[in-house]
């Protein structure tokens, strides 16, 4: 197990615990910083708390997507806010402060201020079927995408000149393979190369692989025709399309020129992966 101190439980660990997406590795590890910080404890609690609120009271899936999105970035703020107060706090007190309830109760506040204005609007409005983010069926694509990512995240090994982003960037070309090569620095993953591989019916396949401090984002693309993105979606920007799968975070892109589709696999809460993807894009 690898010690976890709270700023890397709040910005990490917090939100995926709240939510049973931690893997068993990850979970050990928080779980072992629990059991010594009574802090990141109750920030659990209340986070797990919140949640709940905005599942049974709020009907979060039905509600408007500007709406939704004003709930979660005050969960956010809340949890940032205490991360900073952490990471300033004096290094033999962090694990006994008590937790930044002040923001958190802010985030409630607004959480049931916004409810009771959905509500009561909602009595005077048409009854219409909510909006809701199906599950996808199992997708051929996205399963090659995770068996790799499980497969590399043990192991990775590139097979192409990976001395730089530039320089895959140069040999995918070479393989008549999309060159585009993600940076992910800004959200704390450093490149770790490529591999050029095939699938098993024999079509050519890239991999690049990024590692984080607790995650990885790994980056598949292989040609598929006439690919159709699968149903399901919980977002889509700019032709970035993002699902949750089996336990996994994906970022589906059908790609502009060749046919070729770009899967982005990880498990970090799925908020992240589209932040992470968003401030790659600018």
């Not at 703020?77 to 930044?100: I, Y």
């Amino acid at each position: 197990m690898k010690p976890v101190n709270c700023v890397e439980y709040i910005e990490n660990f917090l939100s995926a615990h709240a939510d049973g997406e931690l893997s068993a590795d990850d979970l050990l590890d928080a779980e072992q910083h629990l059991r010594q910080c009574l802090g990141c404890r109750a920030k659990l609690d209340d986070e797990r708390a919140l949640k709940r609120l905005l599942r049974e009271h709020i009907e979060m899936r039905a509600m408007p997507d500007a709406m939704r999105r004003q709930l979660l970035e005050a969960l956010d703020r809340a949890a940032e806010e205490e991360a900073g107060q952490q990471s300033t706090a004096r290094p033999g007190h962090a694990g006994h402060r008590l937790p930044g309830r002040p923001m958190l109760w802010a985030a409630l506040a607004l959480a049931a201020a916004l409810a009771t204005v959905f509500v009561s609007t909602r009595r005077f409005l048409p009854y219409r079927p909510p909006l809701q983010a199906s599950t996808p069926a199992r997708d051929a694509d996205f399963d090659v995408a995770i068996a790799a990512f499980d497969r590399f995240q043990r192991e990775f090994e590139p097979n192409v000149p990976s001395d730089s982003p530039a320089v895959l960037s140069a040999a995918y070309a070479q393989a008549r393979m999309p060159g585009f090569i993600w940076n992910f620095s800004a959200s704390g993953f450093k490149f770790a190369g490529g591999r050029l591989d095939k699938l098993p019916d024999g079509r050519k396949v890239t991999y690049t692989f990024y590692r984080g401090a607790r995650n990885s984002i790994l980056c598949t693309r292989f040609k598929e025709g006439n690919a159709a993105a699968p149903a399901g979606r919980v977002e889509a920007f700019n032709g970035h399309i993002f699902y949750r799968y089996r336990g996994y975070s994906l970022c589906y892109t059908q790609m502009p020129d060749g046919g070729f589709v770009c899967i982005l696999a990880s498990r970090l809460p799925l908020e992240r992966m589209i932040k992470a993807v968003k401030v790659a894009l600018q």
